[in-house]
């Protein structure tokens, strides 16, 4: 079953109703393939903490360290990396300690000659993040190129290679 062309709220609906008919009988196979199904896409939406798989109703801090975990792994396993070393996120970029953004946490990559950073931003409690990849292209770049953004949805498909790639060069794993 495909549900990438629902709306939020009837995905929701979808995934709220199949689950009850679960509750009322967990032998219910259709009721079964109808909620793995919908899960699945709520999940690749941002729409449910892939941790607890629970409705985000307001993204917090703990969410967005939760979708970034692959990009940080990275951002720590870089020998020598000059922004955030043994960290690998922060959760008070510029935007948010000037009051402009409500999440406003990065993760970075400064070594060998790659310097790229992946954002996660939101202008309002409760919005869902989108994400900017920023690269500097030459280090006498005075500011950062923006290769993108991207949604809670395509992160992981569309940006995590490229952060895999920048982590093998920063590395030394060319």
């Excluded at 967990?26 to 919908?38: D, K, M």
């Excluded at 202008?123 to 949604?151: A, C, H, N, Q, W």
């Excluded at 290679?161 to 920063?170: D, G, M, S, V």
Aim: proline fraction near 3%; include cysteine.
């Amino acid at each position: 079953m495909d549900y990438s062309n629902k709306s939020d709220a009837n995905l929701l609906q979808i995934l709220e109703g199949s689950r009850g008919r679960l509750t009322e009988n967990s032998g219910n196979t259709l009721a079964r393939g109808v909620f793995e199904a919908a899960q699945v896409e709520a999940l690749r939406r941002g729409l449910l903490s892939p941790r607890t798989k629970t409705r985000i109703t307001k993204w917090t801090a703990a969410d967005i360290e939760e979708i970034l975990l692959p990009f940080t792994a990275l951002t720590k396993s870089i020998p020598n990396n000059a922004r955030l070393a043994g960290r690998g996120i922060t959760h008070a970029g510029g935007l948010k300690l000037k009051g402009e953004m409500a999440i406003n946490s990065y993760t970075a990559i400064k070594a060998r000659g790659v310097d790229v950073v992946l954002v996660a931003c939101a202008k309002e409690k409760g919005d869902v993040p989108y994400f900017i990849l920023r690269e500097r292209r030459s280090p006498t770049d005075k500011e950062m190129t923006e290769r993108g953004r991207f949604t809670v949805a395509n992160l992981q498909a569309e940006v995590l290679p490229i952060w895999q790639e920048f982590a093998r060069i920063a590395a030394g794993r060319e």
